[in-house]
């Protein structure tokens, strides 16, 4: 492993580093850490050059209009509120804007974000002005700016591809959750009115979540109870029953294996918030499955569906299992055919029957493979928001709870943020959902095969 | 004798077969009675959503018929078209990112390249809706949250984060032989030739599957659309639509019709899904099969 690692720096050693543009970079290249694109002007780089100090002057524009102040509110947060003095003149109330520390919060942000993005670019445009020097004294030939272009096609294929993806990664994921997180270390909540101004607090709401002494903190520890409990049944039940599911009609025996497969793929083609919502109707206590059943006489009481905290449990399990067996089919069949026939050969003659088999051939084998996929169902369940939040809505719900007896941590989130306005609560468990996720994927992931030895596919 | 014996092992396996025939028999019934139902329930002519038979009493084409010509309060075509617009752009874009991204991560050596895969792992574990407020605050503030602006905002919001999604595409990149790529570079062609001319042709499945599951996104999410588009209802996508047919003030009359804009909306996504799933299934499988 150690050799490894070593191997790999060396892979990517670079000759032209900012080390050494630092100590060994001659006067125009240490220039150019003041002002941006002096080293290319030096060796008539006119057109980089110029992009960097154009770069450079719009940073140093936009800090001086708005980065500084942005980043010295960040701190307090803003503290003017909105106030109404009454103009005698105009005989009316006159509003001072006030501050928003949500704005604020938002703008110091990403003007970190911006100054962080500028040194990037600050080293990069040292170290290309020291390469152009290094390359100009061994009399070596210095891209124009047409080849610089063209070698985005070429060499530099990753940097063309990768901006666009990387930059939205950024601004719509990275650049948000930062937000939510900061939030979390704020009393951004209608608690204490704190919606418009709002402060730093430190690690208080952690404490506040993790107490078991206060209501949220109970609240806390009964959901994730709850969502690992789900996450492990709809997870595991899923994989075993589509599984067989798969074999069953794989058999050989099985006839009309399209049409099989065909009436278990149709339930995915429809759109899953419209079948659920569909299913949440039929299992009202006055819904149809109700109706029809005591129309039948079976049953003189309608059945607690939703209502009854085991009954609503186990509806939610079974009925995400009629959601996701198919999709486990799906993307099992491919895989249980290429398991290599000659196992099943010699298992048969060695008298095995089909328990045996499964147990011993075909289990092992697809969990080595599909390790990978497991991890991403269960993260998929435990962030699993459509299926409880559109069957039971987290019900039954006990009087004043937040959250209710199915409610997972996500759903729990999306209560406490949207319709209890608790921000900064809700950010905090976003954070321990991510950290319950992280725990568990990276001990597994770690241990597979297809992440230690990626190429050892081929 | 040995007649005898294979005489009962063959019944033996006949029962077999009919339990098992049998057994997938009930399974499919249980996996498509809902869907049934839909069906039944958008034909149905009672109003409302209660009901004391499983089948209709009466049938009737007039929720279609009102689902798409009464467009006061719920302007259901007009909230297919928005959702069209929507898939359209930001399938375009989805595609071109995840592509690109999966492309690097498979075909290119870079020093960012693992710390890449690992930051998107991570990313993938947070609770994609947490940063929900956020973004929408962040799309205030670049203007994108008013009006028209409300389609770009949807198209970005489904967009933009996409290239995290690359690890199938990479999977399937990584199943076309590098022995291809190398032949082309001896004859001189540059990486985005060989992006462009080789390795896509040859990902016919995977593209298609990415185009397939980019292209339903905003057809299938409503927790997003709903708090960009807030009040906005001529920007509703069609699920906000639907599931607002489902609230209370709406459900009695909404009910029928309801059930109808949920056929005209599966109806095209399945028909396209199970033409489809084989590219799936060989999208999972890897390009050249061993």
């Known amino acids: 492993m150690k050799f490894n690692k070593k191997k790999k720096m060396k892979e990517f050693q670079d000759p032209y580093s900012f080390a050494n543009a630092v100590t060994e970079g001659d006067s125009m290249t ?78 110091g942000i990403a003007t970190i974000f911006l100054l962080i993005g500028f040194i990037l670019v600050w080293r990069l445009c040292v170290k290309s002005s020291y390469k152009s020097q290094k390359l100009a004294s061994e009399g070596k030939h210095l891209n124009t700016f047409k080849e610089d272009i063209a070698s985005l096609l070429d060499e530099n294929l990753a940097g063309l591809l990768l901006t666009g993806p990387v930059l939205g990664i950024l601004i719509f994921t990275i650049l948000p959750l930062v937000y939510m997180i900061s939030m979390a270390f704020t009393n951004y909540s209608i608690k204490g009115n704190h919606l418009v ?5 430190g690690l208080k709401n952690f404490g506040t979540v993790l107490n078991f002494n206060n209501s949220i903190g109970k609240e806390f520890w009964s959901v994730l109870g709850w969502t690992l409990v789900w996450a492990v049944f709809a997870t595991f039940l899923n994989y075993l029953f589509g599984m067989l599911l798969a074999i069953l009609i794989n058999r050989k025996e099985t006839h009309w ?61 079974v009925i995400n299992l009629w959601v996701g067996i198919p999709y486990t089919m799906m993307q099992v069949t491919g895989i249980l055919q290429n398991i290599p026939a000659e196992l099943y050969e010699s298992a048969k003659i060695d008298g095995a029957n089909a328990f045996v088999t499964f147990m011993k051939i075909t289990l092992p084998y697809m969990l080595f493979v599909t390790t990978p996929y497991l991890i991403t169902q269960f993260t998929g369940n435990v962030n699993n928001f459509n299926v409880i939040y559109l069957l039971s809505g987290g019900d039954p719900t006990p009087v004043g709870a937040t959250a209710g007896k199915t409610d997972l941590l996500v759903t729990w989130l999306y209560k406490l943020t949207i319709d209890k306005q608790y921000y900064s609560i809700g950010a905090v468990i976003g954070i321990f959902t991510f950290i319950v996720l992280a725990i568990v994927a990276l001990v597994t992931y770690r241990n597979t095969g297809s992440y230690k030895d990626e190429e050892g596919f081929m | 004798m040995a007649k005898q014996i294979t005489k009962s092992y063959k019944t033996k396996k006949r029962i077999k077969n009919v339990i098992v025939h049998a057994f997938l028999a009930i399974l499919a019934a249980i996996w498509v009675l809902p869907i049934f139902w839909v069906i039944l329930t958008s034909f149905r002519a009672e109003p409302g959503s209660y009901v004391d038979s499983f089948f209709p009493k009466s049938y009737t084409l007039d929720n279609y018929v009102k689902l798409f010509t009464d467009t006061n309060i719920l302007n259901f075509p007009k909230m297919f078209l928005n959702t069209l617009i929507i898939a359209i752009f930001s399938c375009i874009i989805s ?196």
């Open chain 1, 30 to 107: 240490k220039l150019s850490m003041v002002i941006m694109g002096a080293g290319h002007f030096k060796h008539k780089q006119f057109i980089k050059g110029a992009l960097f100090l154009l770069f450079e002057l719009a940073f140093i524009l936009f800090m001086v209009t708005n980065g500084f102040y942005n980043l010295s509110k960040l701190p307090g947060l803003g503290e003017a509120a909105q106030e109404g003095v009454w103009n005698e003149a105009k005989g009316i109330y006159e509003y001072s804007t006030g501050d928003n520390s949500l704005t604020i919060l938002l703008y």
């Open chain 2, 95 to 290: 595609c071109f990112f995840v592509l690109s991204v999966a492309y690097c991560m498979s075909r290119l050596r870079f020093k960012l390249r693992k710390p890449f895969m690992n930051i998107a792992m991570i990313l993938g574990l947070f609770p994609g809706f947490m940063s929900m407020i956020a973004v929408y605050y962040i799309l205030k503030t670049l203007g994108l949250s008013e009006g028209g602006m409300i389609r770009v905002a949807l198209v970005l919001v489904y967009s933009a984060g996409s290239g995290m999604g690359f690890y199938i595409a990479k999977g399937f990149f990584d199943t076309i032989p590098k022995a291809i790529d190398e032949a082309a570079y001896i004859d001189g062609a540059t990486k985005w030739q060989v992006f462009t001319k080789l390795t896509i042709p040859l990902s016919k499945p995977i593209i298609v599957y990415t185009v397939l599951t980019s292209f339903l996104a905003p057809w299938l999410d409503f927790i997003f659309a709903k708090v960009i588009c807030r009040a906005n209802s001529d920007y509703y996508t069609v699920a906000i639509g639907l599931w607002n047919m489902l609230s209370k003030e709406y459900i009695d009359v909404w009910y029928t019709r309801f059930a109808a804009g949920a056929v005209c909306v599966s109806i095209p996504i399945a028909i396209l899904f199970v033409y489809l799933q084989r590219y799936y299934a060989e999208g999972m499988s890897g390009a050249v099969k061993g």
């Open chain 1, 257 to 317: 294996k399209s049409f099989w497969r065909f009436c278990f793929i149709l339930s995915i083609a429809v759109p899953q918030f419209v079948s659920l919502l569909i299913m949440r109707t039929m299992l009202q206590p006055e819904g149809a499955v109700n109706v029809l059943l005591k129309n039948a006489g079976w049953i003189s009481t309608s059945l607690p569906f939703f209502t009854d905290v085991t009954w609503a449990r186990v509806s939610v399990i």
């Open chain 1, 197 to 201: 101004l709002f402060d730093w607090v």
